[in-house]
């Protein structure tokens, strides 16, 4: 049992101090506003803020590895490296690719998964399946060749596959498209929450999504079809309906600041902070693999394929935070939206928040909001 205290802990969704909690087992069980006297099994925190670590439902790659061609050294090199940016549970990501490629990597993922679990890294949580079942007038930078519909036999063959449905924690995909609002109904079902992206559906389909069991949208704004005044499409109906979690890029390229702004004050805690990563995040300007695409990095720019499409984000989730409290957004808020959640998103109430019986997930954070350390299940991964 051990005792980790802070002048400011963010419980709730608010900054309480100074507080300490009580850690056993991997996991929280007390959370007292006083701090006790110092002693062998006590960590004073001597300033900054403590939080719950944070969780980052889509990372195609970062620190130059991409997930679906990555082997298991980069996969824990990668998670390893993610701790330092406050990130204590991920998706990883894979883009829309030929269905034997995408098979063929959940199921290494799988194995992958299971080997990482007593690595002092961030965990993974299991994979996010971006495509390829999208709306080819949205693809972004998704390669046109591999989007498939949704029909009943390659559902099947995702759900049919032990390991692959154990991995699969997320789909997004096109409700629209023929046998895309059964495609919902039958992940859901299997306990893989839905995400709505790269899609030109109407807020209609979109509610009929969410009445099939969609509980999210993935990088809103982005390759969907956007906010009309008579159609409000998919971006006004993640900004209105509760059932809807809306994943944003706050990088401020993806979506810039003002847009941002108004997300976080009309969707508020229905807002889930993610990177989109890939493998150029946290790496010099250069060329970089994204699925089956060559994507650069630009000095001062976002990662774009060879016609000038932006291809996923060179962001951390630590900026994030970061910028969105720049633009005067309050910390703990911004915080929950890339804890809190993301964790409840997937159902997870045992993550994303420092409460008892929570899993000691922590990010010590200095008063200029850069992680100082960062603790999986009570155990430090970063520092």
């Not at 803020?49 to 997930?67: E, H, M, S, W």
Request: aromatic share 4%; with cysteine; glycine share 10%.
């Amino acid at each position: 049992m051990a005792t980790i205290s802070a002048p400011r802990v963010l419980v709730g969704g608010r900054l309480v101090g100074p507080a300490a909690l009580v850690v056993e087992n991997g996991r929280v069980t007390r959370v007292e506003d006083s701090v006790p006297p110092a002693g062998p099994d006590h960590l004073a925190l001597p300033d900054g803020i403590l939080t719950p670590g944070l969780i980052d439902l889509q990372v195609n790659g970062a620190f130059g590895a991409d997930f679906v061609a990555a082997g298991p050294d980069e996969w824990r090199t990668v998670a390893g490296r993610l701790a330092s940016t406050g990130v204590t549970s991920f998706l990883p990501t894979f883009i829309t690719g030929a269905m034997d490629t995408l098979v063929a990597a959940l199921t290494r993922a799988h194995t992958t998964r299971a080997a990482l679990v007593r690595e002092p890294v961030a965990r993974v949580l299991g994979v996010h399946l971006e495509g390829p079942f999208l709306a080819a007038a949205k693809v972004g930078t998704h390669p046109e060749e591999h989007l498939r519909e949704p029909k009943p036999e390659l559902v099947d063959r995702l759900l049919d596959d032990d390991a692959v449905r154990d991995v699969l924690a997320l789909v997004t995909l096109a409700p629209e498209l023929p046998g895309g609002i059964e495609a919902v109904r039958r992940f859901a079902e299997a306990g893989i929450r839905v995400s709505i992206g790269h899609s030109d559906a109407t807020a209609a389909q979109v509610a009929e999504a969410a009445d099939a069991g969609a509980t999210l949208v993935t990088h809103l704004f982005n390759a969907m079809r956007g906010l009309g005044h008579r159609e409000p499409g998919v971006v006004g109906a993640a900004l209105t309906d509760p059932r809807l979690t809306a994943g944003l890029i706050a990088d401020l390229h993806h979506v810039v600041p003002a847009v941002c702004s108004l997300v976080l004050r009309i969707a508020g805690t229905r807002t889930a902070l993610v990177t989109d990563a890939m493998a150029a995040a946290g790496m010099p300007p250069g060329r970089y693999r994204l699925g089956d695409v060559d994507v650069t990095l630009a000095e001062g720019d976002v990662p774009r394929n060879p016609d000038g499409t932006i291809a996923g984000s060179a962001l951390t989730m630590d900026q994030a935070v970061r910028n969105l409290t720049a633009l005067g957004h309050d910390f703990a808020e911004v915080v929950s939206c890339g804890a809190t959640v993301p964790a409840d998103a997937l159902g997870r109430e045992d993550l994303g928040r420092i409460a008892p019986g929570a899993l000691a997930d922590l990010v010590w954070w200095d008063d200029e909001l850069n992680v100082r350390r960062t603790w999986v299940a009570g155990e430090t991964v970063y520092e």
